[in-house]
């Protein structure tokens, strides 16, 4: 098995992170979205990220993109800045070969090189999985909104866990 190679994206990337995004889209409940932003998306994304503040990372496997992690804004309005929500999503074919944990250490370790403050996840309430994973790098759940959603002919709560990138610094110098 050939270790993935973490790297900051590329605008040559996009059109890969868009794919990845577009499975979790239309066959799991990781995100909320119904239908695949079209190729309009890709500039959209680009303008609002690739900052210190929103960085975005790919893992790449032989010339393959399996896997991205990027921190957006939590909310828009201009009073929630010190805040980010993170995103990480590998291909189901490359999962538990331990890329999400690459890819979410590379984007904590920008982060922590940032003025930002919190990084927020929100996770479906059945994606346990999830929550772990998030656990594991020091999130602490804050709340549940149970309810709020609806895809796949269900109705979908939300967790919101959230990491003081303080704490986390004296944890990992």
């Known amino acids: 098995m050939e270790r993935a190679i973490i790297r900051p994206a590329k605008p040559a990337d996009y059109p890969a992170i ?3 995004l577009g499975y979790y889209i239309e066959h799991t409940t990781a995100s909320w979205r119904y239908e695949v932003p079209g190729p309009s998306w890709i500039e959209q994304f680009d303008s609002s990220h690739q900052t210190p503040e929103r960085p975005v990372f790919v893992a790449e496997i032989s010339d393959l993109i399996v896997g991205y992690s990027c921190l957006s804004d939590f909310r828009p ?3 929630y800045w010190p805040c980010a929500e993170n995103s990480i999503y ?3 074919d490359y999962l538990g070969q331990k890329i999400g ?3 979410m250490s590379v ?4 982060a922590a090189r940032t003025r930002l ?3 927020i996840a929100a996770i479906d309430g059945n994606n346990q ?3 772990r994973f998030h656990e594991r790098f020091g999130f602490k759940t804050c709340g549940e909104l149970k309810d709020i959603g609806f895809k796949q002919d269900h109705w979908l709560s939300l967790i919101l866990m959230e990491l003081d990138l303080a704490e986390y610094l004296k944890a990992h110098p």
């Open 101 to 103: 944990q690459q890819l």
């Open 77 to 79: 309005y201009e009073g």
């Open 117 to 119: 403050k919190k990084i």
């Open 18 to 20: 868009r794919r990845i």
């Open 107 to 110: 984007l904590l370790a920008a």
């Open 129 to 131: 999985a999830s929550v």
């Open 90 to 92: 590998v291909l189901p």
